[in-house]
């Protein structure tokens, strides 16, 4: 075997390692995002019912459009029309989140237009898992026009990423057999082409 067939079969399954390892990230990553979308959705869809709710509750038939801003990954604001007493809002975000298995740590802030304020926030634990979880709502620009309620989302990307634990480790696990493999051909490559270095020169030598 000479030195060209060598980087050819080496070159090969370098690049077929590479692949096979790419591969594997960019089905988790898609998978990953598929998920988060579906969840974002699942989301928008629930605090839309819950506005709904709101407006019959006032005796307002009437629909808002597009009241739902999703500000951040896990960040959402609802526009309604008139002031709400908290326990309500919080008992038909509960029931909705629910209805989808959206089993999240969330907290929500109420905005009143006329103090130009949040006017209460809670944290809710729909998942008793999470009870020593603090959050960290970000900043929130208010538009005041209207009044409005946000729910934020602390450990929705942590929650997300456990499904995918077994993905992840078996691309770490893919990643590791990967370097060892490519160490393994290199020390290989270097041996053969030592011995081939040897040959040469006996070959030299009985000419």
């Not at 896990?74 to 989808?100: D, G, H, S």
């Not at 009870?131 to 009044?147: G, L, Q």
Request: proline content about 2%.
């Amino acid at each position: 075997m000479n030195r060209s067939t060598i980087r050819f079969v080496i070159g090969l399954s370098v690049m077929l390692l590479i692949g096979l390892v790419s591969t594997q990230i960019y089905w988790v990553r898609n998978a990953y995002q598929l998920q988060e979308s579906q969840i974002n959705y699942d989301i928008t869809q629930a605090l839309k019912r819950v506005a709904q709710q709101i407006l019959l509750a006032n005796s307002d038939s009437t629909q808002l459009y597009d009241p739902i801003e999703q500000v951040t990954p896990n960040l959402f604001k609802v526009r309604i029309r008139e002031t709400i007493q908290p326990y309500y809002l919080e008992t038909l975000l509960a029931n909705e989140f629910k209805k989808e298995e959206i089993n999240l740590l969330f907290e929500y802030h109420l905005y009143d237009c006329f103090n130009d304020s949040v006017v209460f926030k809670k944290l809710v634990q729909l998942d008793q898992q999470n009870n020593k979880f603090e959050s960290k709502t970000p900043e929130m620009n208010w538009d005041n026009d209207a009044h409005y309620f946000s729910v934020f989302f602390p450990n929705k990307k942590s929650k997300l990423l456990e499904q995918f634990d077994f993905w992840i480790i078996s691309s770490v696990i893919l990643l590791f057999i990967v370097l060892f493999f490519g160490y393994t051909i290199w020390k290989v490559k270097l041996l053969v082409e030592f011995h081939l270095s040897i040959e040469t020169q006996m070959k030299q030598r009985s000419m």
